[in-house]
């Protein structure tokens, strides 16, 4: 392993560290082989230096590998982003979120009284068109190069916490609870400056402070209404971790809202997964990973098991790039290490956990 300066990276290179930006998000996993693209990537993050093996590898052209494929032998995300269900599901979600922008703009102006049934009609349309909870990660898998950090977001983060609230079996009143907070969690974003809001760069210091209050000013914009507590405390508490670390006010353990909890798990899953202005989607299988790691501490135990044991399920039968360049699709999961499924590349079976170099990079 070498340490090597960011301008003398070249095609070939193979990560061997997995590389952040200031604030900890991952611009590359490890054991990514660099391709101009890549390195392009980090420079623009203003890295200095990372960490690289010694020897290099023969890139493996991303693009043609997926583009290669005849439209007989068509993945199933290509298959399914042909069909006339998904065309229209993207349609409508980009549709229910202009609707959505304007909606929270006239509340906040107190302009509109907040009905949260009409509020969440689309949303339970959406899972109609989706074909219901099973259909639903497949459309928003297949949604992840919209940037819009706000409306669409909060469009999935209703539409996953629905999903997980009725994952874990909870009553229909609780699921309503969460369909309405999942949507409602943002909304404080509406009072943040749009300049900070569609920022392509990563957000100072200052400017990040700036991003967190969303969570007071939402808080501030509803609690006055004559809505369900959960959904005000969802508001105020979707940022804050188990163990203390998170924002605004540090709470642990039980102080934070069950609701709160399911929106948080739904939130950062939805928000890693998509792309926004200055980095693109992470793969969900990074995402998994990560919350097997520390999604413990982190999480509610039974919100966040609960999350993995379903989520993992949803990509059977997706095609998945690895990390030495080979695509192939996911035909098992191992239930003890969630992130590292069976993948069957050609004819070869490709047991992840047995293959401690190798990792699931992205969907295609
Ligand atoms: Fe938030
Ligand atoms: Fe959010």
Redesign the pocket.
């Known amino acids: 392993m070498k340490l090597v300066s960011v301008d003398k990276l070249e095609p070939g290179l193979v990560v061997s560290e997995n590389i952040y930006t200031l604030d900890d998000r991952l611009v590359l996993p490890k054991g990514t082989i660099l391709d101009d693209k890549d390195i392009e990537r980090i420079r623009a993050h203003s890295l200095y230096n990372i960490f690289v093996e010694d020897e290099k590898k023969p890139v493996v052209p991303k693009q043609e590998t997926a583009a290669s494929d005849t439209s007989s032998s068509m993945s199933y995300a290509e298959k399914l982003r042909n069909t006339e269900e998904f065309i229209k599901f993207k349609q409508h979600i980009e549709e229910h979120a202009d609707k959505l922008e304007e909606s929270f703009r006239l509340l906040a102006n107190d302009s509109m009284p907040l009905d949260i049934d009409k509020l969440t009609e689309p949303v339970y349309h959406l899972f109609v068109e989706a074909g219901g909870t099973a259909g639903i990660f497949d459309m928003l898998h297949n949604l992840r190069d919209n940037s819009d950090e706000v409306y669409m977001h909060s469009l999935n983060v209703s539409l996953i916490s629905n999903t997980l609230a009725t994952w874990m079996r909870l009553p229909e009143e609780k699921i309503r609870l969460a369909t309405a907070a999942g949507l409602l969690?943002?909304i404080g974003?509406v009072l943040v400056s749009p300049e900070l809001l569609g920022k392509n760069k990563q957000l100072t210091p200052y400017e990040q402070k700036k991003m967190d209050e969303?969570?007071i000013k939402g808080y501030e914009l509803v609690k006055d209404k004559d809505i369900s507590i959960h959904i005000k405390n969802a508001i105020l508490m979707?940022?804050e971790r188990r163990d203390g670390s998170g924002f605004p006010f540090h709470i642990k353990n039980d102080q934070i809202d069950e609701i709160a909890s399911i929106v948080a798990v739904a939130?950062v899953y939805d928000s890693y997964t998509a792309c926004t202005n200055y980095r693109k989607s992470i793969c969900p299988f990074y995402v998994i990973q990560q919350f097997e790691n520390e999604g413990l501490d982190k999480y509610d135990p039974n919100t966040i098991l609960t999350f993995l044991s379903n989520i993992v399920n949803t990509f059977i039968a997706n095609r998945v790039m690895l990390s030495n360049g080979l695509t192939g699709e996911i035909i098992f999961v191992n239930p003890d290490h969630l992130a590292r499924p069976v993948v069957k590349c050609g004819e070869q079976y490709i047991d992840l956990n047995k293959n401690k170099g190798l990792d699931i990079v992205a969907l295609v």
């Open positions: 969690h943002d974003k969303h969570v979707h940022h939130d």
